[in-house]
């Protein structure tokens, strides 16, 4: 009798086992079809199981943060690190958040901690970058750039973000060379000159920028965002048509132009 109890339970425990992986693997599915709802509903299943399997908490906070659910993605987060301290994707993912949420300098403290968990992941190296960019650290961020930029450099926008952190640095050439191939990998050269453009701005190399803004404004003679910019760079060099074509823009509902009236007074 005893045997057949304990053969019984051990049949038991391995379709509750059988069961329990075809929900990590159901979970799984759903995640990759952007059915986040029922993922976290199979992975709940799951973790009250399996309360310390760190992937399956990992796509559980992935699947909160696709949902904006960010406090319940935060917890997994920081349940994942309170098991494996040195799970580089919990720091990174609570990084990302602090981010998005414009909180760069503990964005930043994440991220290096991420960093050095995992030296070669692309996106953990990438957005470090951007988010030494936003703290103004712009050689930290241009290095951190390049690092990335040897483990993928067909990325359009890591060449626009390092473009901007060289030209903040006074980097004249490497600025150019960065840019230029952010034009060329951008899928549409047109919005790739019209980024630069507005970059180039930004950091005071008018000429450059003004010659991108011309570019749009020949395939495009409506683009009124572009004909904004283009009268900004003319003001600024003292040419006084720029001013007309800022007010021309803000006459016909450019936002950007309405908001640098100011230039011409």
């Not at 759903?30 to 399996?50: D, P, Q, R, V, W």
């Not at 990174?92 to 503990?106: D, P, R, S, T, V």
């Amino acid at each position: 009798m005893l045997r057949k109890f304990n053969i019984s339970f051990l049949i038991f425990l391995v379709l509750l086992f059988s069961s329990c992986r075809s929900e990590l693997y159901e979970a799984e599915d759903f995640f990759s079809e952007k059915n986040y709802e029922k993922a976290i509903g199979s992975l709940n299943t799951y973790l009250f199981f399996h309360v310390t399997d760190i992937k399956a908490l990992h796509l559980r906070a992935r699947s909160y943060e696709e949902i904006g659910e960010i406090k319940e993605a935060l917890a997994d987060y920081e349940r994942i690190i309170s098991l494996n301290p040195e799970y580089a994707q919990a720091h990174a993912g609570i990084g990302k958040i602090l981010f998005n949420q414009k909180e760069y300098k503990e964005a930043e403290l994440r991220l290096l901690r991420a960093a050095k968990y995992d030296p070669a992941d692309f996106e953990i190296l990438y957005l470090l970058g951007r988010t030494l960019l936003q703290n103004r650290n712009f050689k930290l961020a241009d290095e951190f750039f390049q690092k990335a930029k040897e483990l993928n450099d067909q990325h359009p926008r890591l060449y626009f973000y390092q473009g901007m952190a060289r030209a903040y640095q006074g980097d004249v050439l490497g600025c150019a060379a960065s840019f230029n191939q952010y034009v060329k990998l951008e899928p549409d050269n047109l919005v790739g000159r019209y980024n630069r453009g507005f970059a180039l701005m930004k950091v005071g190399y008018l000429e450059w920028a003004l010659e991108d803004f011309e570019a749009v404004l020949k395939e495009y003679p409506d683009h009124l965002e572009a004909l904004a910019k283009k009268g900004i760079c003319l003001a600024k060099m003292g040419d006084s048509q720029g001013c007309q074509f800022i007010q021309q823009a803000a006459s016909k509902g450019s936002d950007y132009a309405l908001n640098h009236l100011d230039i011409c007074s």
